[in-house]
């Protein structure tokens, strides 16, 4: 059974403190990771697609890099905008084409 | 990136009436959106799958009778929490493909039923 794990549950940052988020998968084969943000009360907002072990992503002050079990989304020097749930989610090879599995998330606060 | 709207975002109502959640693509047209269910600080549970012109797929534990969903055009999915309890009270959010890989979400709808 495809599954999805994220850690730390929860995040405190202080302004300008890099860190990292991770995602642990268990897929029969992986179609694609996707990272998401979201925001309280809202839906959630598409951040990157990673598809193979080794390929890397950025936006801003966003990174995600993927392994054949695991991927971490990387913040570097972040702000207060960037608190928020990170959310991930996988699609394997043997699941309904469309649909994908998703992580608890991981809830960041960036605090000025 | 794509637009999914959903109508209306907040929703209050009473126990045992009828609440109707509308989902719109509003640049592609979607031949398979998704409805979600998420709980306070929990992840997004998936509810079941709506393609255009035919019935919904549900996933195991949700029950077709409580959630009605209608897909009855290539831009518009429907969701109905018929007989609401407060039990139903939640955030329910929609998607779709654009033709990428890639879901793009709605904003939500936050169902409470007293």
């Known amino acids: 059974e495809d599954q999805v794990t994220q850690s730390p549950e929860a995040l405190r940052l202080q302004e300008g403190e890099s860190s990292s988020l991770n995602c642990s998968y268990t897929?029969?084969?992986?179609?694609?990771l996707f990272w998401y943000r979201q925001d309280p009360g809202k839906g959630p907002e598409f951040l990157f697609t990673l598809y193979s072990a080794g390929e890397e992503k950025e936006k801003e002050r966003l990174k995600a890099t993927l392994t054949k079990k695991e991927s971490f989304l990387h913040i570097t020097a972040p702000k207060p905008e960037d608190s928020a749930t990170y959310l991930c989610a996988v699609q394997g090879l043997k699941t309904s084409y469309d649909k994908v599995i998703f992580g608890p998330g991981t809830s960041l606060s960036v605090i000025p | 990136g794509a637009v999914v709207s959903q109508h209306p975002s907040r929703v209050i109502c009473k126990s045992g009436t009828s609440v109707k959640i509308e989902c719109r693509s509003l640049d592609f047209q979607a031949t398979t959106m998704f409805w979600y269910r998420q709980f306070p600080k929990k992840s997004l549970m998936l509810m079941a799958t709506?393609?255009?012109?035919?019935?919904?797929?549900?996933e195991q534990g949700v029950e077709k009778d409580k959630f009605l969903i209608n897909h009855a055009s290539l831009t518009l999915s429907t969701l109905t929490v018929t007989s609401a309890h407060p039990e139903d009270s939640s955030f329910y959010i929609c998607s779709s493909y654009s033709g990428s890989d890639t879901q793009y979400f709605g904003p939500g709808t936050r169902l409470t039923v007293l």
């Open positions: 897929v029969s084969g992986l179609r694609g």
């Open positions: 709506s393609n255009e012109g035919s019935k919904a797929t549900y």
